[in-house]
Protein backbone atom coordinates (compact mmCIF):
# COMPACT_ATOMS: atom_id res chain seq x y z
CA UNK A 1 0.00 0.00 0.00
CA UNK A 2 0.90 3.41 -0.61
CA UNK A 3 2.07 6.09 2.53
CA UNK A 4 2.58 9.50 2.57
CA UNK A 5 4.81 10.50 5.20
CA UNK A 6 5.52 13.92 6.56
CA UNK A 7 8.13 14.46 8.97
CA UNK A 8 7.44 18.32 10.20
CA UNK A 9 4.42 19.04 12.04
CA UNK A 10 5.08 22.54 12.64
CA UNK A 11 7.60 25.02 10.66
CA UNK A 12 7.78 28.39 10.80
CA UNK A 13 9.22 30.97 8.70
CA UNK A 14 9.73 34.98 8.59
CA UNK A 15 8.13 36.69 6.33
CA UNK A 16 9.68 37.60 2.57
CA UNK A 17 12.12 34.30 3.13
CA UNK A 18 11.93 30.82 1.79
CA UNK A 19 11.12 27.24 3.44
CA UNK A 20 11.14 24.08 1.98
CA UNK A 21 8.38 21.40 3.38
CA UNK A 22 8.81 18.10 3.44
CA UNK A 23 7.37 15.08 2.11
CA UNK A 24 8.21 10.91 1.55
CA UNK A 25 6.31 8.90 -0.22
CA UNK A 26 6.25 5.13 -0.66
CA UNK A 27 5.00 3.35 -3.71
CA UNK A 28 5.96 0.63 -6.48
CA UNK A 29 3.81 2.17 -9.05
CA UNK A 30 5.36 3.90 -11.54
CA UNK A 31 2.18 6.22 -13.33
CA UNK A 32 1.56 8.49 -10.09
CA UNK A 33 0.51 12.03 -9.59
CA UNK A 34 1.95 13.97 -6.32
CA UNK A 35 -0.09 16.90 -5.00
CA UNK A 36 0.75 19.91 -2.44
CA UNK A 37 -2.70 21.67 -0.87
CA UNK A 38 -3.05 24.08 1.58
CA UNK A 39 -5.59 24.45 4.50
CA UNK A 40 -5.87 27.87 5.78
CA UNK A 41 -8.05 28.50 8.73
CA UNK A 42 -11.05 28.47 6.76
CA UNK A 43 -10.63 24.93 5.96
CA UNK A 44 -10.86 25.28 2.23
CA UNK A 45 -8.66 22.93 0.92
CA UNK A 46 -6.54 24.64 -1.97
CA UNK A 47 -4.45 22.77 -4.56
CA UNK A 48 -0.64 24.33 -4.37
CA UNK A 49 0.72 22.20 -6.87
CA UNK A 50 0.50 18.77 -8.68
CA UNK A 51 3.13 17.26 -10.50
CA UNK A 52 2.81 14.22 -12.72
CA UNK A 53 5.73 10.89 -12.02
CA UNK A 54 6.78 10.83 -15.73
CA UNK A 55 7.13 14.50 -15.52
CA UNK A 56 11.29 15.09 -14.76
CA UNK A 57 11.02 18.56 -14.70
CA UNK A 58 10.01 20.28 -11.02
CA UNK A 59 6.66 21.65 -11.41
CA UNK A 60 6.61 25.72 -9.89
CA UNK A 61 3.81 27.71 -9.55
CA UNK A 62 4.91 31.70 -9.41
CA UNK A 63 6.35 31.62 -5.56
CA UNK A 64 5.83 27.57 -5.34
CA UNK A 65 8.17 24.91 -6.60
CA UNK A 66 8.71 21.23 -5.46
CA UNK A 67 12.03 19.14 -5.69
CA UNK A 68 10.76 16.11 -7.04
CA UNK A 69 13.36 13.22 -6.17
CA UNK A 70 11.57 9.94 -7.98
CA UNK A 71 14.61 7.47 -6.83
CA UNK A 72 14.43 8.90 -3.61
CA UNK A 73 10.78 9.06 -3.25
CA UNK A 74 11.09 12.48 -2.01
CA UNK A 75 8.86 15.67 -3.00
CA UNK A 76 9.36 18.64 -1.04
CA UNK A 77 8.00 21.79 -1.72
CA UNK A 78 9.63 25.36 -1.39
CA UNK A 79 7.72 28.68 -0.51
CA UNK A 80 9.82 31.45 -1.77
CA UNK A 81 9.14 35.04 -0.49
CA UNK A 82 7.28 33.82 2.15
CA UNK A 83 3.60 36.10 2.91
CA UNK A 84 1.37 36.28 5.81
CA UNK A 85 -1.52 34.51 3.53
CA UNK A 86 0.71 31.41 3.01
CA UNK A 87 0.28 30.48 6.73
CA UNK A 88 -1.76 27.27 6.94
CA UNK A 89 -1.78 23.71 6.97
CA UNK A 90 0.19 21.68 4.09
CA UNK A 91 -0.53 18.50 3.01
CA UNK A 92 1.09 16.66 0.76
CA UNK A 93 -0.82 13.75 -1.11
CA UNK A 94 0.04 11.01 -3.62
CA UNK A 95 -2.56 9.43 -6.07
CA UNK A 96 -2.29 6.79 -8.19
CA UNK A 97 -2.41 7.25 -12.12
CA UNK A 98 -5.27 6.26 -13.95
CA UNK A 99 -9.03 4.72 -13.11
CA UNK A 100 -10.70 7.68 -12.35
CA UNK A 101 -11.86 6.28 -8.88
CA UNK A 102 -8.14 6.19 -7.67
CA UNK A 103 -8.18 7.78 -4.53
CA UNK A 104 -5.86 10.84 -2.79
CA UNK A 105 -3.48 9.08 -0.23
CA UNK A 106 -2.50 12.50 2.61
CA UNK A 107 0.37 12.74 5.06
CA UNK A 108 -0.36 14.22 8.35
CA UNK A 109 -0.09 17.69 7.37
CA UNK A 110 2.85 20.44 8.42
CA UNK A 111 1.39 23.89 9.54
CA UNK A 112 3.28 26.67 8.66
CA UNK A 113 3.53 29.80 10.56
CA UNK A 114 4.53 32.60 8.75
CA UNK A 115 6.49 35.59 11.37
CA UNK A 116 5.87 39.24 10.15
CA UNK B 1 -13.71 26.83 -13.30
CA UNK B 2 -14.04 23.87 -11.03
CA UNK B 3 -16.14 24.84 -8.22
CA UNK B 4 -17.71 22.50 -5.52
CA UNK B 5 -20.01 23.89 -2.77
CA UNK B 6 -21.37 22.10 0.11
CA UNK B 7 -24.64 22.67 2.07
CA UNK B 8 -24.66 23.29 5.07
CA UNK B 9 -21.48 24.99 5.75
CA UNK B 10 -22.30 24.01 9.86
CA UNK B 11 -25.34 22.19 11.31
CA UNK B 12 -26.07 21.63 14.63
CA UNK B 13 -28.49 18.75 15.78
CA UNK B 14 -30.15 16.25 18.20
CA UNK B 15 -28.65 13.03 19.28
CA UNK B 16 -30.68 10.42 17.45
CA UNK B 17 -31.44 12.53 14.45
CA UNK B 18 -30.31 12.88 11.04
CA UNK B 19 -28.70 15.17 8.78
CA UNK B 20 -27.97 15.30 5.37
CA UNK B 21 -25.16 17.26 3.61
CA UNK B 22 -25.21 17.85 -0.62
CA UNK B 23 -21.90 18.01 -2.33
CA UNK B 24 -22.56 19.69 -5.84
CA UNK B 25 -20.04 20.55 -8.37
CA UNK B 26 -21.43 24.05 -10.05
CA UNK B 27 -19.56 23.98 -13.46
CA UNK B 28 -18.03 20.17 -14.27
CA UNK B 29 -19.88 16.93 -14.74
CA UNK B 30 -18.21 15.08 -11.30
CA UNK B 31 -18.62 11.39 -12.21
CA UNK B 32 -16.77 10.69 -9.18
CA UNK B 33 -16.94 12.22 -5.73
CA UNK B 34 -15.17 11.74 -2.38
CA UNK B 35 -16.48 12.07 1.43
CA UNK B 36 -13.59 13.34 3.38
CA UNK B 37 -14.15 13.82 7.60
CA UNK B 38 -11.23 15.54 9.52
CA UNK B 39 -10.72 16.28 12.79
CA UNK B 40 -9.27 18.93 14.60
CA UNK B 41 -5.25 19.69 13.20
CA UNK B 42 -5.46 16.25 11.59
CA UNK B 43 -5.44 15.12 8.32
CA UNK B 44 -8.11 14.24 5.94
CA UNK B 45 -9.41 10.52 6.33
CA UNK B 46 -10.95 9.25 3.36
CA UNK B 47 -14.67 7.56 4.40
CA UNK B 48 -15.98 6.74 0.80
CA UNK B 49 -16.17 7.27 -2.81
CA UNK B 50 -19.15 7.42 -4.76
CA UNK B 51 -20.05 7.22 -8.46
CA UNK B 52 -23.17 8.31 -10.28
CA UNK B 53 -25.40 6.02 -11.13
CA UNK B 54 -24.07 3.24 -8.49
CA UNK B 55 -23.49 2.20 -4.84
CA UNK B 56 -20.75 3.95 -2.77
CA UNK B 57 -17.52 2.34 -2.22
CA UNK B 58 -16.88 2.61 1.79
CA UNK B 59 -13.30 3.00 3.34
CA UNK B 60 -12.81 0.17 6.03
CA UNK B 61 -13.81 1.13 9.34
CA UNK B 62 -16.93 2.99 7.99
CA UNK B 63 -20.26 1.66 8.88
CA UNK B 64 -22.16 2.43 5.09
CA UNK B 65 -25.46 2.12 7.30
CA UNK B 66 -24.77 5.22 9.40
CA UNK B 67 -23.21 6.97 7.00
CA UNK B 68 -25.52 7.01 3.70
CA UNK B 69 -24.31 8.32 0.18
CA UNK B 70 -26.26 8.98 -2.55
CA UNK B 71 -24.89 10.06 -5.95
CA UNK B 72 -27.87 9.98 -7.84
CA UNK B 73 -26.42 12.69 -10.62
CA UNK B 74 -23.24 13.87 -11.99
CA UNK B 75 -23.46 17.42 -10.34
CA UNK B 76 -24.81 16.49 -7.07
CA UNK B 77 -23.47 13.95 -4.05
CA UNK B 78 -25.44 13.79 -0.62
CA UNK B 79 -24.20 12.26 2.84
CA UNK B 80 -26.56 11.12 5.54
CA UNK B 81 -25.16 10.90 9.11
CA UNK B 82 -28.27 9.06 10.39
CA UNK B 83 -28.87 8.44 13.75
CA UNK B 84 -26.17 11.06 15.01
CA UNK B 85 -24.02 10.53 18.20
CA UNK B 86 -21.88 13.24 19.26
CA UNK B 87 -19.19 11.12 18.70
CA UNK B 88 -19.88 12.48 14.77
CA UNK B 89 -19.21 15.55 15.54
CA UNK B 90 -16.43 16.48 12.92
CA UNK B 91 -15.98 18.35 9.45
CA UNK B 92 -16.81 16.73 6.43
CA UNK B 93 -15.21 17.41 3.28
CA UNK B 94 -15.87 16.26 -0.30
CA UNK B 95 -14.54 16.77 -3.65
CA UNK B 96 -14.70 15.78 -6.96
CA UNK B 97 -12.84 14.70 -10.02
CA UNK B 98 -14.14 16.50 -13.34
CA UNK B 99 -15.50 13.29 -15.86
CA UNK B 100 -14.22 15.48 -19.01
CA UNK B 101 -10.89 15.59 -17.87
CA UNK B 102 -10.02 12.12 -16.65
CA UNK B 103 -6.13 12.77 -17.38
CA UNK B 104 -6.23 14.89 -14.80
CA UNK B 105 -5.45 13.29 -11.74
CA UNK B 106 -6.39 16.40 -8.96
CA UNK B 107 -9.60 16.62 -7.32
CA UNK B 108 -12.17 19.74 -6.70
CA UNK B 109 -12.38 20.29 -2.78
CA UNK B 110 -16.09 21.92 -1.02
CA UNK B 111 -15.39 24.43 1.19
CA UNK B 112 -16.47 21.48 3.97
CA UNK B 113 -19.38 20.66 6.78
CA UNK B 114 -18.98 21.17 9.94
CA UNK B 115 -21.47 19.08 11.89
CA UNK B 116 -21.76 19.54 15.84
CA UNK B 117 -24.49 16.61 17.16
CA UNK B 118 -25.33 17.67 20.78
Known amino acids: AQTVTQSQPEMSVQEAETVTLSCTYD???????LFWYKQPPSRQMILVIRQEAYKQQNATENRFSVNFQKAAKSFSLKISDSQLGDAAMYFC?????????????FGTGTLLAVQP | GAVVSQHPSWVICKSGTSVKIECRSLDFQATTMFWYRQFPKQSLMLMAT?????????EQGVEKDKFLINHASLTLSTLTVTSAHPEDSSFYIC??????????????FGPGTRLTVT
Open chain 2, 95 to 108: SARDGGRPDVGEQY
Open chain 1, 93 to 105: AYRSGGGATNKLI
Open chain 1, 27 to 33: TSESDYY
Open chain 2, 50 to 58: SNEGSKATY
